[in-house]
Nanobody, 124 residues
Framework: QVQLAESGGGSVQAGGSLRLSCAAS????????MGWFRQAPGKEREFVAG????????EYRDSVRGRFTISRANDKNSVFLEMKNLKPEDTALYYC?????????????????WGQGTQVTVSS
């Protein structure tokens, strides 16, 4: 069983930056692919970024590619999302999620573990 806890959200102006962190507790964190998802009010939850167990492969949704960077520190049981040049459309509740395998998934159905979320608000 893995428990996830996000932190680092907040309110920033457009063009600003935030770094989200996800701390994992439990066994075998380093064996799991991890992802970040977000959900804006009135919208479905969507994939933002994913990273394999070793960190050697990452993937991003088109709208954040080049602005967001996902990384992980297995020795610290943590995964991060560095967000730069934030836009108002990035406003959402951001979730950290973990699969039961070594790869990340693009669909939330592929994830077994979820955090409670951290709010990111970007004003214009």
């Amino acid at each position: 069983q893995v428990q996830l806890a996000e932190s680092g959200g907040g309110s920033v102006q457009a063009g600003g930056s935030l770094r989200l962190s996800c701390a994992a507790s439990g066994r075998d964190f380093s064996n799991y692919g991890m992802g970040w998802f977000r959900q804006a009010p009135g919208k479905e939850r969507e994939f933002v970024a994913g990273i394999t167990w070793s960190g050697d492969i990452t993937e991003y949704r088109d709208s954040v590619r080049g602005r967001f960077t996902i990384s992980r520190a297995n020795d610290k049981n943590s995964v991060f999302l560095e967000m730069k040049n934030l836009k108002p459309e990035d406003t959402a509740l951001y979730y950290c999620a973990g699969t039961r395998g070594i790869y990340y998934g693009l669909s939330e159905d592929e994830y077994a573990y979820w955090g409670q979320g951290t709010q990111v608000t970007v004003s214009s």
